[in-house]
């Protein structure tokens, strides 16, 4: 991270303000049969809910390229048996990692339902090639949670 402010910096800079998380959509569509010959019924039923947060720190080697320049590292652990993405006919799982507003003083808070960003990744069931995983940070599985039509209660706080 990077900001001339330094005050501002050292607010967002600390790995409980970033609040990046694993989401899941499973959506299935139901075709009923056509009502008339060019009519058809169709409901569509969707659900939403983090899977994991995101765990963040300072590395060891902490240090940073400049006075107003600062470095975290972080990862998201998922969970044994979480199911892979899929995309079968009307039926489908889809992952992303969403970052939303930092939670720092109030003076840099943004509107809290607001993401800044959702990245779509694809969870597989085979393993990469190349080195095992390395995992830097413990475990801290909270419950998977909902949420209504995209809407955060900050259940987080």
């Not at 970052?99 to 393993?127: D, G, H, N, Q, W």
């Amino acid at each position: 991270m990077e900001c001339e402010n330094k005050r501002a910096l050292d607010a967002v800079a600390k790995p409980d303000a970033i609040l990046a998380h694993l989401r899941r959509c499973v959506r299935y569509t139901d075709q009923a049969p056509a009502v008339t010959s060019t009519t058809e019924v169709q409901d569509s039923t969707h659900r939403v809910e983090f899977v994991e947060t995101a765990v963040w720190w300072h590395p060891e080697s902490d240090a940073a390229p400049g006075p107003n320049q600062r470095r975290l590292e972080g990862e998201i652990h998922l969970p044994i048996g979480l199911c892979p993405s899929s995309d079968l006919g009307d039926f489908s799982i889809s992952y992303a990692v969403v970052l939303y507003p930092f939670t720092t003083i109030r003076s840099f808070r943004l509107k809290a339902t607001e993401a800044l960003l959702a990245e779509p990744i694809e969870i597989a069931t085979v393993r990469a090639d190349g080195p095992p995983v390395q995992v830097y940070s413990h475990h801290s599985h909270k419950p998977t949670r909902m949420i209504d039509d995209e809407v955060i209660d900050r259940w987080w706080y």
